[in-house]
């Protein structure tokens, strides 16, 4: 599908070391939670995020909050992540929310669109760490047909024009693929402009 590009391999093992050692710094300051649909359903994932919002998700529904659950701001995004950005978003405005998605043993993510952003011609930009994880994307109708591809640690995906309103969703994470997480898992990091 035009729009998505996945960039295997950006970040070196020294910069996905780095990068786990700034998440894990993140997480200090707001730690994961697990996420409630508007229905009730607790998600698989686990998040927490850094920057001038975070995404959340409970029996209110969801949407962006700049702050926590907790109560607390989330923490910056770290100097990390916003170089992947730079380097590779094409565009010049700085991105508002690093949503952190952390997928322990048998975490996936339905189907769905990213649509809570205001303006959807910015991308998003997605960062893989850990685990390999089986990504699938489809078009803007959903039920339409979908492909599937890979995601390995270190891999960059940024998604924007057409594939920026596409159904997307990770199906499921191979155990023990990688050695990054001392725990195993994986977790992946999205930018995004938000308002
Ligand atoms: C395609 N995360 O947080 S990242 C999400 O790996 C999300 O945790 C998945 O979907 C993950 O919303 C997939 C790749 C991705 C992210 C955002 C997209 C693909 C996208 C937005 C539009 C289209
Ligand atoms: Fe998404």
Redesign the pocket.
Same mark, same amino acid.
């Given at each position: 599908m035009g729009? /998505?590009a996945v960039w295997a391999g950006w970040l070196s093992p020294a910069a996905q070391a780095q990068m786990v050692a700034d998440v894990r710094a993140v997480a200090a300051a707001a730690p994961f939670f697990t996420p409630e649909t508007p229905r009730g359903q607790k998600m698989s994932?686990r998040m927490t995020a850094a920057g001038d919002y975070g995404?959340v998700s409970d029996r209110r529904g969801y949407r962006y909050e700049r702050r926590h659950p907790s109560g607390v701001a989330w923490p910056p995004i770290p100097g990390s992540v916003l170089a992947v950005w730079r380097a590779l978003s094409g565009v010049d405005r700085a991105p508002q929310c690093c949503?952190v &998605?952390w997928?322990g043993e048998g975490a996936k993510?339905g189907l $769905?669109?990213?649509r809570d952003e205001a303006d959807l011609a910015m991308p /998003?930009v997605?960062i893989?760490l850990g685990d390999d %994880?089986l990504?699938r /994307?489809g078009g803007t109708v959903r039920g339409g047909p979908t492909r599937s591809v890979w #995601?390995r640690s270190g891999d960059v %995906?940024v #998604?924007g024009g057409a594939?920026? #309103?596409?159904y $997307?969703?990770?199906d499921r994470v191979r155990p023990g693929s990688s050695t990054l997480l001392p725990r195993g898992g994986?977790i &992946?990091l999205?930018l995004r402009v938000v308002d």
């Amino acid at each position: 599908m035009g729009g /998505v590009a996945v960039w295997a391999g950006w970040l070196s093992p020294a910069a996905q070391a780095q990068m786990v050692a700034d998440v894990r710094a993140v997480a200090a300051a707001a730690p994961f939670f697990t996420p409630e649909t508007p229905r009730g359903q607790k998600m698989s994932v686990r998040m927490t995020a850094a920057g001038d919002y975070g995404w959340v998700s409970d029996r209110r529904g969801y949407r962006y909050e700049r702050r926590h659950p907790s109560g607390v701001a989330w923490p910056p995004i770290p100097g990390s992540v916003l170089a992947v950005w730079r380097a590779l978003s094409g565009v010049d405005r700085a991105p508002q929310c690093c949503l952190v &998605n952390w997928y322990g043993e048998g975490a996936k993510m339905g189907l $769905h669109q990213d649509r809570d952003e205001a303006d959807l011609a910015m991308p /998003v930009v997605s960062i893989s760490l850990g685990d390999d %994880a089986l990504f699938r /994307v489809g078009g803007t109708v959903r039920g339409g047909p979908t492909r599937s591809v890979w #995601l390995r640690s270190g891999d960059v %995906a940024v #998604l924007g024009g057409a594939a920026r #309103l596409a159904y $997307h969703g990770i199906d499921r994470v191979r155990p023990g693929s990688s050695t990054l997480l001392p725990r195993g898992g994986r977790i &992946n990091l999205t930018l995004r402009v938000v308002d």
